[in-house]
């Protein structure tokens, strides 16, 4: 096991997060390891959304009062915040949203429903989350466009000396994960980003599960469009950014319709107003904004490298103690150097028995917190044969205590169902 002491992250760390001082059951002290679903928040964030509807809520940019200029200063601050966290060009390029599925789907629907036509092809990968997949197949639907897909291998890794196979002058769009949320596998986004660009195509980087862990610079990844959540990195939950280049943003038509994102509205027709508001129809996540802000300054102060290296230490030690486990399968490319990380902070994982519903039950029993079943990735888990899987996954404030915990119970859940000659059947006690 890797000592203590090269883990780079404060323990205290753990002491900003209230939620995860409590027992789940009696005597089970929690051991939170769903964070690829939805991280917790510090208190920094928890205290900067009560702040704001304690002392300074108002509907932004339209009241004519201290309220409302105050949550316009604190909203606009939050872009500005992003704006730096995503190391953009202009502020004007986020946009706030309700989530990473609401960007996708914005960008589908105001870029792809104006640039895409029948024959154009839209190259996905088989890793996607199924909100990078649906939006794309209701504009192929739409349309008439073409869903082609990367070749991968069986370990999960893309393989991008194939890439020519499906990336060709009919390539439209370019829709990939930065971090895949069932296989951990990160992926190349420069250069995917680069050979779509060679061919003409736009490219669209969900960056759901690589922003709460990974540096993000949109320019130098060379991306046109860039979604996350908040929920996912420490911020409130119905916020989102959608980052998009200038130049396509500018020619885009408004996705939603209603108030704020006008500029002159008559009886039959109305002008939009200029960006961001003309991606920002009606009454925008306020708090949830400030909150994200709040979220940023968190990590930022932090250092996202530092929290790379804890989670990548972390996800070597499971995958380390997982794979002595008999009858697992590890899903996914195995943790590279630290040089090379390859995989991201988490481990997904089938046994031979019990099924990952009942894995994940046991597992809760002693308090840890993990996922089960298809990661809201089907395709993917239908190339792999299987229809469910489990998913622990890592995060700032855990520990390598509590994946030594993760490891010891699944070994209990392994030896309560190992294969005999007839069916044993068992539970984890209390």
């Known amino acids: 096991m890797v000592p203590l002491t090269d883990f780079l992250l404060d323990a205290s760390l753990r002491d900003d997060f209230p939620l995860l001082a409590q027992d789940v059951h009696p005597g089970q002290p929690l051991v939170f390891l769903d964070n690829a679903a939805s991280s917790q928040r510090p208190r920094q964030v928890i205290d900067a959304i009560v702040h704001c509807y304690e002392h300074d809520y108002a509907n932004v940019h339209r009241g004519i009062h201290v309220l409302s200029e105050r949550s316009t200063d604190a909203y606009e601050l939050a872009r500005r915040k992003t704006q730096a966290f995503l190391a953009a060009e202009h502020a004007h390029e986020v946009i706030f949203t309700a989530g990473t599925t609401a960007g996708i789907n914005t960008v589908a629907r105001s870029w792809g429903d104006a640039n895409v036509h029948a024959g154009d092809e839209l190259l996905l990968t088989p890793m996607e989350h199924h909100s990078n997949l649906v939006p794309w197949f209701q504009l192929a639907e739409r349309t008439g466009a073409v869903i082609r897909h990367m070749p991968m291998s069986d370990d999960g890794v893309l393989q991008l000396d194939r890439l020519d196979e499906v990336l060709t002058e009919r390539t439209k769009l370019v829709a990939f994960t930065a971090v895949s949320n069932t296989l951990g596998t990160i992926n190349p986004v420069e250069a995917l980003c680069r050979r779509a660009r060679a061919v003409g195509a736009v490219s669209l980087v969900d960056a759901a599960q690589s922003a709460p862990h990974l540096t993000t610079n949109v320019q130098q990844m060379g991306c046109d469009f860039l979604v996350f959540s908040g929920h996912k990195l420490c911020g409130p939950s119905g916020v989102g950014v959608l980052y998009g280049r200038e130049t396509l943003l500018e020619t885009m038509p408004p996705f939603l319709g209603g108030g704020s994102m006008i500029n002159r509205v008559y009886d039959d027709r109305f002008t939009p ?14 708090a949830g904004a400030i909150g994200l802000g709040a979220a940023l300054d968190y990590l930022t102060a932090i250092g996202l490298e530092r929290i790379a290296a804890h989670e990548h230490t972390l996800v070597e030690r499971a995958w380390s103690g997982l794979s002595q486990i008999a009858g697992i399968r590890l899903l996914g490319p195995a943790p590279g150097g630290s040089d090379d ?16 519903h009942d894995i994940a039950q046991l597992l809760d029993r002693r308090g840890i917190a993990v996922r089960a079943g298809h990661h809201c990735t089907q395709p993917l888990h239908d190339r792999m044969g299987i229809a469910a899987s489990t998913r622990a996954s890592f995060y700032l ?19 309560r169902f190992r294969p005999t000659g007839r069916r044993r059947r068992g539970r984890i006690d209390a």
């Open 341 to 356: 990380p390859c995989r991201a902070g988490l481990v997904s994982f089938v046994l031979d028995r019990p099924h990952a």
């Open 273 to 286: 107003a200029d960006l961001p508001a003309k991606f920002e129809a009606g009454t925008p996540p306020i």
């Open 397 to 415: 404030y855990n520990t390598p205590a509590e994946v030594d915990l993760l490891i010891a119970a699944l070994g209990e859940v392994r030896e």
